[in-house]
């Protein structure tokens, strides 16, 4: 009952704590199993990246497993505790019933006794004195209830202890026969410890609630109790998991703190901790695996062996526990059994009083043999386990003649040797009884056992030695275990002498033998004794009792019990009946083998897979984190692998170029020693050409290893002034061949608000040109054409004011579509150029003024990219599709070198292309405005010449584009230009300007051929010849010549055209500056400059008889420019340092130029500068003062020779130190022909 | 027979020279160099390269001597020159190294510039090597040449 009242929370509580663990179980079987949480992706991610995240996640880990541990433990702890207290309470529990039962039974039976010896007997001082001391016991009892109730009940042992104590004290209360109204008391006593080991170890209310009825009184006292055994409880059950919670908390602190101290010790050495870092990147994993791995063996072996302890806990617990009650029953059994035998011994000996005093205390004798029988019959109650009481006389051998004439019989022998008081055989028959000493016949008996009236029980040797033994003692005495002949049980016979005279107590043995007159004599039947006690006992079925006598040690005899069987326990009460001499015990055993101990194989079952399964959870958790790793570290393996290959690649590249490059040195060499020889015009200039491209050839292998270098971030960009429209002359220079070869119309043109000079790296701004336009010639078959121009990016920011022709061309492609034929520079449709910088997020965001941004755009009308190829058109070696490179060849590295320049210059690059009609690249760089230098305005003066400045020109063109790239060159030469749209309003143009003055009359007129209509060439020619017959009276020069512009012409058509003889040149397409000069030069008749581009001839020229003086530390770099100078014709005078120098350049002197190299010993080449200055300077001052005539400087009236340094590293910085200290130009060491070239000019053109 | 000889040595040389460019060994600048030998100055290249390596070993022998010393400063100074005749007879690899030297000598990095000195004159007697071997080839080559075309030769 309270059990399952106490059970209910108990249980439910245990639930719900169960499957708290099942469900944090569960979430991390999810976490593994599943995808990882993100903060854990996070942190395994970054594991083996940062040692201090390792570490962190080391301690959560360390932390999570502490959690199990606690998880586990706990729920261990829990089972066991409920375990041992459930089975406690509930063994309490059959304990109490089974007591209380017994009690009631043995209360009644005692008070049973007490009616029937009321009347007849006082009782003994050994009953008073146990009547005492019970009250004396309750007493105090009681008192320490009221007073200190704290005390009573301090816990479950306790309180069991406490109880036992009770239940003795009422046992003997049951004892005191006299104290009736100890009843009451006695109740009360009982049930308040009741209470109290009720409430220790359930605390339940019902039964405070039985306690407060019963006792009324006590109820601030019960309440106060109640909380201190709740209190008491808790801490007694709760102390120990405490305990462990505490450990624990303890011990991951302890782990934490050890953790940190060795971080912070690692934070305190940097290099230490990069050692550590460095270890961690390769050796973490696999350690921090194993030291995993490691962990969770320990733990699940742990968890094993846990479990395994558990259950040997467990089960000896039970066993234990099995083995006290086993210990308690018999213990209770074997004393109730002596109890019961003691009760019957005290009977026996009133029955031996009585006679005592009835038969040989009174004479004539109060009894005889019918009295004896009927009272020991109607007492057989008393003596329930008596089977029947006799006594015997004591008679001396002398007068046994007197006894037997008395009685009328003989004494008898006992027949057999077996010693049996009852017997089947008539006493008649029985042998009278032999002669000795004395005779112990038997007189009185119970009616059940008279038939041994007139035995002599001296005859029987067992009974003779239990007579002799009892006399000389006083006491009774038993005789050991014999059959009983009726029954066939085991019995014993009890003796007790009879005195006749009041002994005193301390009588010695001859005295007892002496007063002895008779003997009683009273047999008991062990087995319905034990039968009967056993009946009274709960629990009966459950154990085995067995009874053994064992004075004899060796040969113990059973008094009772069947055979044998081991069940393991045993358990052995001695048993006291009151003889010394005997020695009884009692064998207590379960009738079953022990049950399985199923609660302790299911708590360690439980723990068991408990621990499995998060063992199995780790594990999956480590292979897991271990698998990771492994990626991580095939990642990082492949990483460095495709590092190597990218490097290999590198590597290949430059191998690669180099091979290249070493036979186009060759070839190159041999182009520049062809230019050397006599040249006409033309193959002068295919053998340029053929240089240039060679030279572009080597410059692109350059770039292919530039690739390598952008790749790793280590490409800069130069910063030097240059022309961006001779950028565009160049590029078109390069292709025209291949354009004319395709028949495609090449054109460029530039927005006249690009600046002149900017301020960039022009080879990879023409780099990024050359390989779009590359790119788009490759693509472009036999129609339309290439258009490459630039703009400002500020020119496309509104587009409503677009102010340029090409741009509002390209805007109106966007508004009429049905018109785009005619209005694109080849006739062909374009893309709309607008979209490709549609993208643009940084167009022109600059509003710096010194910055510009320019806008490139290159049209063609090619084939166009598909568009699925169009995300992936920037990316390294890919081409649209595999088919293409096939077709076209080419690697595929333009578009993406193209665009990391543009990156770098801080541009952007896009494009639109649509299959079929063509694509338009777009790209953007930023650049600064540069101012114009000396040197590009003279490079523009020599080129264009000043014969075109202020001419006048007319172009006619129908297409309006085409037409504005003609304008563009013309005008970059200093024309104005007019442009018309067909021939006949070209007639007028010219009706209307030939009567106009010379300077401006139209220098020329170019036609192109598509505006070449031969229907309406009457007009045109007529006016024409009208001019040119006007023009025999004036210059021919100034007529107009006529030119023809032209993409491509068959041979029929050229000669057509020729044999007019109205058109002084065809113009073959591209228009670039170079041959549109020198197709009118030599329309003119004029051919000059033939040296201009044979720089080898022209350096001869300049330099040769010249006097150089060459200043240079290194022999061999003396050596090695002595023969180049030598070559051009100069007269070389090598000096080995700068104070030599010095004394060769004082004036006067006949150098007339000095090259210097910088770095020497003693004085570098800046001080010997300086030096030579301060001379000059000096000489010069001395002229003018008139102090020296010049005669005597060599007539040379301002002393200035030209200092170039030699310098093997010509940047920015040396150059301006060079000019800072009076060097006038600088070359590299070694000499590069066209540079030495340009300084070699430099200084005597502007020396000349 | 004889001009059989000739056309393979003057293959044998090509080989060599390309093989020295392949290995990176020498560069453009050589080949400048031989340009610049012409009837003027017939044994121009071979001048050159007896004051180079007379030079060079020169160098070398100081700067060991300078290494020992430690004076990273003059260690500097004959680099630049080193490099500087390197680079003019067009001994790429030699110049390299003596980047990689005077960078060591920058930073007074003693281990780096031992190991650079010694990679310094491995380079250097490679080449002599290589270009010894060089001269030889040409020098047969002359005599072959000499021999059998002496009036084509010259013209050409």
Not at chain 1, 725 to 743: P, Q
Request: net charge neutral; glycine share 6%.
């Amino acid at each position: 009952m309270f059990c399952s009242s106490w059970d209910l929370p108990r249980i439910f509580r245990i639930v719900t704590l169960v499957n708290l663990a099942r469900m944090s179980v569960n979430r991390r079987l999810s976490a593994s199993n599943g995808r990882l949480p993100p903060n854990m992706k996070s942190w395994k991610v970054n594991e083996p990246l940062h040692g201090t995240n390792y570490l962190k996640t080391c301690r959560r880990k360390l932390l999570l497993l502490w959690f199990f541990g606690f998880v586990a433990v706990g729920t261990v702890w829990f089972i066991l505790s409920f375990n041992s207290k459930y089975l406690v309470s509930k063994e309490n529990e059959a304990i109490c019933e089974e007591r209380a039962r017994v009690l009631l039974q043995r209360y009644n039976v005692s008070r049973k006794e007490i009616h029937a010896l009321a009347s007849l007997f006082y009782g003994s001082d050994q009953i008073l004195s146990n009547c005492i001391d019970e009250r004396r016991l309750k007493m105090l009892l009681s008192s320490g209830m009221i007073s200190t109730p704290q005390l009573t009940c301090p816990g479950n042992q306790e309180s069991q202890k406490e109880y036992i104590c009770v239940a003795e004290t009422v046992e003997t209360i049951e004892q005191c026969p006299i104290l009736d109204d100890y009843d009451q008391t006695r109740l009360e006593l009982s049930f308040p410890s009741k209470n109290h080991v009720s409430l220790a170890s359930h605390s339940a209310l019902s039964t405070d609630l039985v306690s407060y009825l019963l006792r009324g009184k006590n109820i601030v006292q019960s309440w106060e109790l109640r909380a201190s055994a709740i209190w008491d409880h808790l801490s007694s059950s709760n102390f120990v998991r405490g305990c462990w919670v505490l450990i624990g908390i303890i011990m991951s602190c302890f782990c934490l703190l050890w953790r940190s101290q060795k971080q912070k010790l690692v934070q305190g050495h940097p290099a230490a901790q990069k050692k550590q870092m460095q270890g961690l990147a390769r050796g973490p994993s696999k350690s921090a695996g194993r030291w995993r791995k490691k962990l969770l063996v320990i733990f699940v072996s742990l968890g094993i062996i846990g479990s395994f302890w558990l259950f040997w806990h467990l089960n000896m617990d039970i066993m234990q526990r099995r083995e006290e009650m086993l210990a308690n029953m018999c213990d209770e059994r074997a004393r109730m059994l002596q109890d019961q035998f003691n009760v019957s011994m005290n009977h026996v000996h009133a029955l031996a009083i009585l006679v005592s005093t009835f038969h040989h205390g009174k004479h004539p004798s109060a009894i005889d043999q019918k009295i004896f029988g009927e009272y020991t019959e109607s007492t057989a109650f008393e003596r329930p386990l008596t089977s029947g009481v006799a006594y015997a006389l004591k008679v001396l051998h002398s007068d046994r003649m007197h006894f037997e004439e008395q009685h009328g019989w003989t004494i008898k022998k006992m027949e057999t040797e077996n010693e049996a008081l009852v017997q089947d055989c008539i006493p008649e028959n029985l042998d009278p009884a032999p002669i000795q000493d004395e005779y112990a016949p038997v007189i009185f008996a119970q009616e059940t056992v008279s038939h041994i009236v007139s035995i002599d029980m001296m005859s029987g040797k067992e009974d003779r030695e239990n007579i002799l033994r009892a006399r000389a003692s006083g006491k009774g005495v038993l005789t050991s275990p014999f059959k009983l002949l009726k029954s066939n049980h085991l019995g014993v016979v009890l003796t007790f002498a009879v005195y006749d005279t009041n002994l005193p107590l301390d009588a010695t043995p001859e005295q007892r033998i002496e007063a002895t007159v008779g003997y009683l004599g009273a047999s008991y039947d062990v087995p319905s004794l034990v039968d009967k006690l056993l009946h009274q006992l709960a629990s009966k079925q459950t154990i085995v009792v067995n009874v053994y006598d064992t004075t004899n040690a060796s040969a113990p005899i059973t008094m009772y019990g069947t055979d044998v069987t081991d069940t393991g326990l045993l358990h052995i009460s001695s048993l006291d009946f009151g003889d010394p001499l005997r020695k009884h015990e009692m064998h207590c055993r379960f009738k079953q083998r022990p049950p399985l101990p199923w609660t302790a194989i299911n708590a360690s079952v439980g723990v068991l897979v408990i621990t499995l399964l998060l063992g199995h959870i780790f594990y999956a958790a480590i292979n897991r984190i271990a698998k990771v790793e492994d990626d991580y570290r095939q990642m990082s393996e492949l990483k460095g692998r495709a590092e190597a290959a990218d490097v290999a690649k590198s590597q290949f590249l430059a191998t690669v170029s180099h091979e290249i490059r070493t036979p186009m040195n060759g070839v190159l060499g041999m182009l520049q020693m062809l230019m050397h020889t006599e040249l006409d015009e033309n193959q002068m200039d295919c053998a340029q050409t053929a240089h240039n491209s060679g030279k572009d050839l080597i410059s692109v292998i350059n770039e292919v290893l530039d690739q390598a270098k952008i790749e790793a971030g280590k490409l800069e960009l130069e910063a030097v002034t240059f022309d961006p429209r001779a950028i565009l002359d160049e590029v078109l220079s390069r292709f025209s061949e291949k354009s004319k070869e395709k028949e495609i119309e090449l054109a460029v043109y530039a927005s006249n608000q690009v600046p002149e000079v900017v301020i960039g790296d022009p080879k990879r701004f023409r780099q990024i040109i050359t390989n779009l336009v590359g790119n788009s010639l490759k693509f472009t078959h036999d129609k339309g054409h290439v258009f490459v121009s630039v703009h400002l990016a500020n020119e496309v920011k509104n587009p409503l004011h677009i102010m340029n022709a090409v741009l509002r061309e390209g805007l109106n492609l966007n508004q009429d579509i049905s018109n785009r034929t005619s209005d694109t520079l080849s006739g062909f449709p374009v893309c709309n150029k607008w979209k490709s910088w549609a993208h643009f997020k940084k167009l022109s965001s600059t509003n710096e003024p010194e910055i510009i941004q320019l806008l490139v755009i290159v049209e063609d009308t090619g084939i166009g990219i598909p568009t699925d190829a169009q995300s992936c058109i920037f990316a390294p070696f890919m081409q649209a599709d595999s088919s293409t490179s096939r077709t076209y060849g080419g690697t595929g590295i333009g578009l993406s070198v193209s665009k990391c320049l543009v990156d770098l210059m801080g541009g952007e690059i896009g494009f639109v292309s649509e299959p079929g009609i063509g694509s338009t690249f777009s790209f953007t760089g930023t650049f600064r405005k540069g101012g114009r230098t000396s040197l590009d305005a003279m490079w523009q003066n020599n080129l264009s010449g000043s014969e075109f400045l202020g001419l006048r020109a007319l172009v006619v063109d129908r297409r309006k584009i085409r037409a504005e790239v003609t304008r563009y060159h013309l005008q970059r030469l200093g024309m104005s230009v007019d442009v018309t749209y067909s021939l006949n309003s070209a007639c007028s143009c010219l009706s209307n300007t030939c009567n106009m003055s010379i300077p401006t009359q139209l220098a020329m007129i170019l036609i192109d051929k598509d505006a070449w209509s031969w229907d309406k060439e009457g007009s045109f020619l007529y006016a024409i010849k009208k001019h040119r017959k006007n023009g025999i009276k004036g210059d021919p020069i100034n007529l107009p010549k006529i030119f023809l512009l032209a993409t491509h012409l068959s041979a029929n058509e050229h000669d057509e055209l020729n044999s007019f003889g109205i058109i002084d040149d065809i113009l073959m397409k591209p228009l670039w500056l170079s041959s549109l000069i020198r197709s009118y030069r030599e329309s003119l008749g004029i051919v000059k400059k033939q040296v201009n581009r044979k720089n080898v001839m022209k350096l001869g020229n300049l330099l040769m008889h010249k006097q150089i003086l060459l200043v240079d530390d290194n022999a061999v770099n003396r050596k090695v420019a002595e023969g180049v100078l030598q070559r051009y014709g100069t007269i070389v005078t090598t000096v080995e340092s700068g104070k030599a120098a010095l004394k060769f350049l004082k004036p006067p002197h006949n150098f007339d130029a000095c090259f210097m190299d910088l770095q020497m010993p003693e004085m570098d080449g800046f001080e010997a500068t300086r030096q030579i200055r301060n001379l000059e300077s000096e000489a010069n001052e001395k002229i003018a003062c008139g102090q020296a005539s010049a005669e005597m400087f060599g007539n040379i009236s301002y002393w200035h020779i030209p200092v170039l340094a030699m310098t093997a590293d010509a940047t920015q910085g040396s150059n301006e130190e060079c000019r800072k200290c009076g060097m006038d130009d600088y070359v590299s060491k070694p000499f590069d022909e066209e540079q030495l070239y340009m300084a070699m000019e430099r200084v005597f053109n502007s020396d000349s | 027979m004889l001009g059989f000889g000739a056309d393979l040595l003057w293959a044998d040389m090509n080989r060599l020279l390309a093989f020295l460019f392949h290995q990176g060994v020498l560069d453009e600048q050589f080949l400048q160099l031989q340009q610049l030998q012409d009837e003027a100055s017939p044994n121009f290249v071979s001048e050159v390269l007896n004051i180079y390596f007379h030079e060079s070993e020169k160098l070398l022998t100081n700067l060991r001597g300078l290494l020992m010393e430690r004076d990273y400063k003059k260690m500097g100074v004959h680099l630049n020159q080193f490099m500087g005749s390197s680079s003019s007879i067009g001994a790429k690899r030699v110049t390299n190294v003596c980047v990689a030297f005077r960078a060591a000598t920058l930073q007074t990095n003693r281990a780096g510039c031992l190991r650079a000195l010694e990679m310094l004159e491995h380079e250097y007697c490679y080449l002599k090597n290589k270009l010894h071997q060089l001269f030889q080839i040409e020098q047969q080559r002359a005599l072959v040449a000499g021999v059998r075309y002496p009036v084509q030769n010259q013209n050409q």
